[in-house]
């Protein structure tokens, strides 16, 4: 469904709380949305833009910074420093002003008034059969419970509504985020399970594997254990998804629908229907250019530098036996162009960089034809040292390469093509395990997890890698949602679900530990939000902020 967000002019942005008129276009018809919607066509161009807002979310910068950084495993690279510092710092400079949380409050609740509009007009449709209306209805309740369980998990207690907003609206309320779930979020994944079709009639659809995946990790936020492993392992057990072996392979670009990825917003390389792209590939690389051998190019990515891996991430991986240490970061780079290197020529093709997690003596790295990068375990924010892990300012460190975008159509290009994976297979597992271990059933759990440290492993290396019962606690749990999902838009509510945030930024991540507080469980409410209710009394900024 690479086509799937082609802009419709009949969506419809949402009005909650805003004064700003909203322009809707229609360049074909200039129907309007009481005429349109009710036509097959119309219903399901407007079920089609209920998809587009994934993208402002999903492979973009702003919802990185409010997933990945300010966590455990990543903080502030150069270009986090440079751009955006305070939502991985904690600091009182992170207000209801930030545009990040801005943009994605305003997104998301396009997104879900478009999911209302669909739900709310679908039953007055003629000329389609009511099993497909039921489809419609249940792919929007489907989108509308993820708009609505990223709001509630970035902001807690938020605006609610169900119906359709066509017009201004400045009266907004705070609906408690429990509300939200008993009546939104858990019953519109419930219809979307009962009422999504067995297969997507089209890639990034939803059906209903999708849906039971997505209820299972509502359900372990919730603490629904049983329901959670059920769905997890129902996934797991009654479709005919694989895990991909080995590890690196999956993140393979040409092999994007693959057995593994449950489900992904569809990115593509039309420039006419990708919209902002998927920009991932910019966030996390390490700037060779600096090195006097190479140049940026399509292959090694155009390097922002916003995130950069902690120390603590580096210490997870047993680089002996474990395979999603290469699988997921890139540590040799070669050259691209005719250099010198310490004193020594340097031709395109021969290693012009190469990390090495343990320390190296600085004659050795000196004589050495290629930079040598090294690992001392000091914190990488502060490191000085020539050519370790953490110079240059914060842009020499390992590269997560699985967002990398070599097939982009020139090397300053944002708008990447890769599909974002919001949900695969290895993450049922890690739900199963989990849930299984909350209900007291460290042998389930472990049985659940040794199939991913199984894909994991190293040739020769399986029997090594796998865990028993009385491995799996909270810690392990969480180390291996690390190994395995990093990067992947998963940490920040990881720590938040499992109480751990405050307790493992404080000891993790060195730039985020002076400042963070409880507060920091939930985000600044925008401030143009705040500013445009008019029952402002009834509306307030989240504590703290």
Known sequence: MKNIFKTFGLVLALGMGACEEVLVEDPVSLATADGYYPT?????????????????????????????????IFTNGFGGIANNPH????????????????????????????????????EDVSGISDQRKAEIEAEARFLRGL????????????????????GVQTEANRTPENTIYETGILPDLEFAVANLPESASEPGRAYKAAAEGLLARVHLT???????????????????FELVTPYIDLWDINNEDNSEFIWTVQFTDDPLLNGPGNSGHLY????????????????????????????????????????????????????????????????????????????????????????????????????????????????????????????????????????????????????????AWRQNNSSAAADYINVLRTRAALPGMEEEMQVGPGDIDLDFILEERARELIGEKHRWYDLKRTGTLL????????????????MHLVRPIPQTQIDRVSNPGEFPQNPGY
């Open 40 to 72: 097959p066509g119309g219903i399901e161009d407007g079920l089609r833009a209920s998809y587009t807002t994934l993208r402002s979310f999903y492979g973009q910068q702003n919802g990185f910074f409010l997933t990945v950084t300010g966590t455990d």
């Open 87 to 122: 939502i991985n710092n904690y600091s009182p400079n992170f207000l209801g002003t930030s545009g990040t949380v801005t943009n994605i409050w305003n997104n998301l609740y396009v997104g879900v008034n478009q999911c209302n509009t669909v739900v709310n007009r679908v």
């Open 147 to 166: 708009y609505y369980f990223h709001l509630v998990q970035q902001w807690g207690d938020v605006h609610f509504s169900l119906e359709e907003t066509s």
């Open 222 to 240: 919730r603490g629904n254990w049983a329901e959670a492993e059920r769905l997890a392992a129902n996934v797991i057990n009654n479709y005919n």
């Open 284 to 435: 996390f690389i390490f700037d060779y250019t600096f090195n006097p051998a190479m140049v940026r190019d399509t292959e090694n990515g155009r390097p922002f530098q916003r995130f950069l891996p902690t120390n603590y991430l580096f210490s997870l991986y047993d680089r002996e036996m474990d395979a999603r240490w290469n699988g997921s970061f890139k540590t040799v780079w070669y050259a691209n162009i005719p250099g010198e290197i310490n004193g020594q020529q340097v031709n395109p093709g021969d290693t012009a960089i190469h990390i090495v997690m343990e320390p190296v003596p600085d004659e050795v790295k000196q004589a050495a034809p290629y930079w040598i990068i090294d690992y001392k375990g000091n914190w990488i924010g502060n490191v000085s040292a020539y050519q370790e892990i953490g110079t240059n300012q914060r842009r020499n460190y390992p590269s997560l390469l699985k967002f990398l975008d070599p097939l982009r159509p020139s090397i300053n290009e944002t708008a990447g093509r890769r599909d974002f994976p919001v949900m695969r297979l290895a993450e049922m597992y890690l739900i199963a395990c989990e849930a």
């Open 503 to 518: 307790e493992r930024v404080r000891q993790h991540n060195l730039d985020a530990a002076p400042n963070i507080q409880e």
